[in-house]
Structure formats: structure tokens, C-alpha cells
């Protein structure tokens, strides 16, 4: 690998991503909330990627993370190798580049990297778009869940509720966590489960990058989560809550976990237990 590619930390700025578009080793991965997005304008060399290759697609909890026959199709396809340096964004702030991420730490991929405040960060920056599609160089991927820890089903979740040291956080609006609203058949939420929704995280003031870690760090701390403790973040699908888990890793979080089947899964289960 490049030691190039290696300077580039969790969270890089878009002017620091510029600088690094020519290294061999790097791969850049546009996966937007809007289709179009990427066709409107992206970074230079980007490839783009659906994100519902990010999900599993079938089952009772469709959100959870694909399989590793999916995984293996999806970064051999992208061209995904040992030595690759992913730099992952979006056009949302942060919840599929971080659902992205999130899978690479699921499989052992540890070398990357999210644009902070992805497209518009990157466009507010003034800096060059592309607007023609890149075609990937396909290459054998072998995935394999190497940090499970990084996931968390529902039956560990439900044994662990209330437990010293281990919190939820929950990604979702206020009115989706009061069960006010929802398309689940049981609406709430997890019990103990603290609640910020994912955009309160973002910066709306500049380009949609991670709000100032000290005070996030206070906000969190003030709900009842620190950097020590374990903490599993959802939302619906783990998607918002990708972006979450992203910020929790940018702050320190080393125990943060995401519940990809989220409330989707949990909602939508008889023997799951909800507060409202």
C-alpha cells in the first residue's frame, strides 16, 4: 500500500482528499441517498455504488447486513483489494458512507476513510466535479466477517438491556422514538434507549461535516454516553444510524456498535421488548 494513502485519517477534508486523488492505491466510493446525485457531479475517479448493496434485501429484517456471498459480488465488482484505501461519501452527510464504512469494519477492512460532509463539503469547497460515470477494475474479494463484534443481533441486544457500562443510541427522530409515528407494527423504542437524531450530529452551517467534537462529546455526555462504555446505535434500517456510528468512532467511541437489523427488525417483533 501506498504510504500515501496511509496519511489519510478517519475524517478527511475535502482540500486533504483532493490532494491524494491520484494515489494508485486509493478508491473513492460515492453511494447516495439520491441516484442522481452522482450523475449531477462527483469527485473526480469516484465510483458509484446503490446502496441497497449495502443491505441484505430479503428475509424479515431486509436491512441487515448483506451476506458474505453478497459482500465477496459487491467489492470484487468495485474492485475492492487488501491493499485499497477506501475514502467513502454521500450526498446526506454521512448515513450511507458511514453504513459503508461500517461494513468494511465488518469484514476487516480497516484502511479507510469518510470525506467529511461528502458532495456538499466537497462542491462548497470549490473544488472540481466530474460528472461522467467511472467504470471499476473488478478484482477477486474474499469477504469474510472478521470483526463480528462490530454487529449486534437482537437477542444479544435484548440480554444485554440495562447492563453497566452498555447503551443504545438511538439515531431516529424524536416522534419515531416516542412512538408517535412509524410504519412498524409495535412503535417506541428500545428500552433505556437515549435518543439524538443523526442531524443534530451535522453542521448544517458547514456543508453538512461533523458538528465540533467537544461539543458533541457534551451532548453525548450529557444523554448518559461516553467514550468508554459499549454502545450499540440503530434506527430503522441502520442507515441514519451508519452516520452515528461513524461519529461515534470519530470521537473515540471504541466499543460502538451498529444493530443493523434496527427497529425495522425489533419493531416488527413480538418478544422484543418497547417503551414509549
Known amino acids: 500500500m501506498s504510504s500515501e494513502a496511509n496519511l489519510l485519517p478517519l475524517i478527511v477534508e475535502p482540500e486533504q482528499l483532493a490532494e491524494h486523488l491520484d494515489t494508485p492505491s486509493l478508491m473513492v466510493i460515492d453511494v447516495p441517498m439520491r441516484a442522481e446525485s452522482y450523475a449531477e457531479g462527483h469527485v473526480p475517479g469516484a465510483l458509484f455504488l446503490d446502496k441497497a448493496r449495502l443491505m441484505r434485501g430479503t428475509g424479515e429484517a431486509p436491512c441487515r447486513e448483506p451476506s458474505v456471498e453478497q459482500l465477496s459480488a459487491l467489492f470484487s465488482e468495485l474492485g475492492l483489494t487488501r491493499d485499497t484505501h477506501v475514502v467513502a461519501y454521500d450526498d446526506e452527510g454521512g448515513g450511507w458512507a458511514g453504513r459503508l464504512l461500517w461494513t468494511l469494519e465488518l469484514i476487516g477492512h480497516t484502511r479507510y476513510s469518510y470525506l467529511n460532509g461528502g458532495i456538499h463539503a466537497w462542491r462548497e469547497a470549490g473544488l ?81 461535516r461533523i458538528r465540533d467534537y467537544a461539543e458533541l462529546i457534551t451532548e453525548l455526555e450529557a444523554l448518559g454516553l461516553t467514550p468508554d462504555m459499549e454502545v450499540v446505535t440503530h434506527c430503522q434500517s441502520h442507515h441514519r444510524s451508519g452516520f452515528t456510528w461513524l461519529v461515534g468512532r470519530a470521537l473515540g467511541f471504541e466499543k460502538i456498535r451498529g444493530y443493523a437489523g434496527s427497529w425495522k427488525e425489533w419493531g416488527n417483533r413480538d418478544d422484543t421488548p418497547v417503551e414509549k
Open 128 to 208: 472540481a466535479t466530474a460528472t461522467e460515470a467511472c467504470a471499476p477494475t473488478a478484482s477477486d474479494y474474499r469477504a469474510e466477517i472478521l470483526n463480528p463484534e462490530v454487529a449486534i443481533d437482537w437477542i444479544e441486544l435484548a440480554e444485554r438491556l440495562g447492563e453497566k457500562g452498555f447503551a443504545v443510541w438511538d439515531a431516529r427522530s424524536p416522534e419515531e422514538y416516542r412512538g408517535e409515528k412509524g410504519e412498524n407494527r409495535r412503535l417506541g423504542h428500545i428500552p433505556g434507549a437515549l435518543n439524538l437524531e443523526w442531524t443534530q450530529a451535522m453542521d448544517r452551517e458547514r456543508g453538512l
